[in-house]
């Protein structure tokens, strides 16, 4: 037998894929780890959320200004400000933890 | 490829993602199943359980795998010292049970029954594990030479001596086969 001969026998998979194959293994493997999530993953998540909350409630502050009449004040603009401010981080907060 | 490797793995190590861990045995068991069976001389259900325990251990060494270095490299070094183990613990049982511990290759009535559907296989069987290990990551698996020297720890030199080595064996392995098979077809 030449090198022609043995040299395609040689280079034959002697399996093809298998999906029980695949399956037995993930059988066989130790149960699945609980979700870790390094702490500082956490922090934008909670920082937006906080900010957040406290800017939502100067911007109800700056309705019930607004209600008063007081418009001209600098606090309530201001407040009407962070209220804004609060929904944006509010919404964006979750992305900014994934990312 | 390598990309593909490297995403999968990053999924497995930080969120322990189980879909992504089937996703590379499926890219990588071929490979891995094809190295085992000719390492245990077509013994498949023998690699099929060695192929598994091979897994097993990539997941619960992922974590030290270097992501510079090539994902099949590693991978086909940890198979082959799942089968040095076994080879091992088989050979220890064996002078345990006082049995002749010179076996690196199955009994002949297993290699009879299960290597008679296959002369390559059957022709395996007359070579080493090292040398069943080197043509078959040459030729099934595609390793370069260096590559292979990697996976089996030892020089260049060694790897195409165990190539050229090991064909020559088989070569004459499967001559014999094809002289021999008349003879037993004409057997009533």
């Not at chain 2, 060695?50 to 030290?64: D, K, M, N, P």
Request: some cysteine; glycine content about 6%.
């Amino acid at each position: 037998m030449n090198d022609r001969d043995l040299d395609p026998l040689l280079s034959a998979p002697e399996t093809r894929a298998d999906a029980r194959f695949t399956l037995a293994v993930l059988a066989s493997l130790p149960p699945a780890r609980t979700a870790r999530r390094p702490a500082w993953r956490w922090m934008p998540l909670m920082g937006a959320a906080i900010g957040g909350l406290v800017c939502v409630l100067t911007g109800g502050l700056a309705v019930f200004g607004a209600a008063e009449g007081s418009w001209t004040q600098p606090w309530t603009a201001l407040a009407a400000l962070c209220g804004a401010l609060g929904v944006v981080a509010v919404a964006v907060a979750p992305g900014a933890a994934d990312a | 490829m390598r990309d593909a490797d490297a995403a999968l793995i990053a999924l497995v190590v930080h969120d322990d993602d189980r879909s992504a861990f089937a996703a590379l045995v499926n890219r990588h068991q071929v490979g891995v199943r094809t190295l085992l069976t000719r390492l245990c001389a077509g013994d498949r259900a023998q690699a099929d359980d060695l192929a598994q325990e091979t897994f097993l251990r990539v997941y619960r060494r992922l974590i030290t795998f270097d992501r510079r270095a090539r994902f099949t490299t590693w991978l086909y070094r940890v198979t082959y010292n799942v089968f040095l183990d076994h080879t091992a613990r088989r050979r220890a049982e064996s002078s345990g049970e006082g049995v002749s511990s010179s076996q690196d290759t199955p009994s002949p009535a297993l290699a009879d029954q299960v290597l008679a559907r296959h002369d390559l296989a059957r022709a395996f069987a007359a070579i080493t594990p090292a040398e069943r290990a080197a043509l078959t990551l040459a030729y099934a698996a595609g390793c370069a030479h260096p590559e292979i020297a990697q996976v089996l720890d030892c020089p260049l030199g060694t790897v195409k001596t165990l190539i050229a080595r090991g064909k020559e064996k088989l070569r004459q392995a499967l001559a014999s086969q094809t002289t021999r098979q008349p003879r037993t077809e004409s057997m009533p």
